[in-house]
Structures are given as C-alpha cells and as structure tokens.
C-alpha cells in the first residue's frame, strides 16, 4: 500500500520560513517525479512545484519562484519543500504527490498517489 505522509506544516508569521517533508513508503520514490501541490481555503488546489526523479529537473509556480525550493533524497525516500519569505497568500493545506514517470508536471494528471496534506498558516 502507498502512502505518502506529509509533515513540517504549521503556524508562520509573514516573511519566516518553514520546511514541509514528504515521505513515502510502498514505493520507491527515486523512479517517480514528485510535485506539491496547495489549496487555500474556498480556491482550487493549484501547482507549487515539482522536481524529477533525479532531483535535476525543477519547475515551479510564479507564485513561488524564487522563495520555495523542492529537492528530494532518495536514500530517504523523502522529498521536501523550503518555503522561505512566506507570505499570507501561501497559506493553505500543501499536498504532495507521485508520478506516474520520472518528469513531473503542474497538472494534477500526472500525478498518481496523494498524501493527507499538512496545513500552512501564514499571519501578517
């Protein structure tokens, strides 16, 4: 069975940063492109970023280029999103995801498995 178990979400004020992990287990993370992905209350869940299966490849949002970064250790079968300059717009429950192959994408079709989500609250 597939699970992927996110953590590291929580309370932030405006411009702090925090570290969201991901980590799997029935599968081996290191085949597999992986994304994040957020819904912010009342709105879609929308692409943040995603990173191949060789931790080479990265693509993000505009929203949070140059503030978030995803990288991956496959020895731990984790994946992780750093979110530095957090802003109120960034708050929302943050899921992460596999994919079905080794390039992910921004749409959530290319995605196979889903974590729970862990909810990022950012204050002014």
């Known amino acids: 069975q597939v699970q992927l178990v996110e953590s590291g979400g929580g309370l932030a004020q405006a411009g702090d940063s925090l570290r969201l992990s991901c980590a799997a287990s029935?599968?081996?993370?290191?085949?597999?492109?992986m994304g994040w992905f957020r819904q912010a209350p009342g709105k879609e869940r929308e692409f943040v970023a995603t990173?191949?299966?060789?931790?080479?490849?990265?693509f993000y949002a505009d929203s949070v280029k140059g503030r978030f970064t995803i990288s991956r250790d496959n020895a731990k079968n984790t994946v992780y999103l750093e979110m530095n300059n957090l802003i109120t717009e960034d708050t929302a429950v943050y899921y992460c995801?596999?994919?079905?192959?080794?390039?992910?994408?921004?749409?959530?079709?290319?995605?196979?498995?889903w974590g729970q989500g862990t909810q990022v609250t950012v204050s002014s």
């Open positions: 990173i191949n299966w060789d931790g080479v490849g990265t």
């Open positions: 995801a596999s994919g079905g192959g080794q390039f992910g994408g921004s749409r959530e079709a290319h995605y196979n498995f």
């Open positions: 029935g599968l081996t993370l290191s085949a597999f492109a």
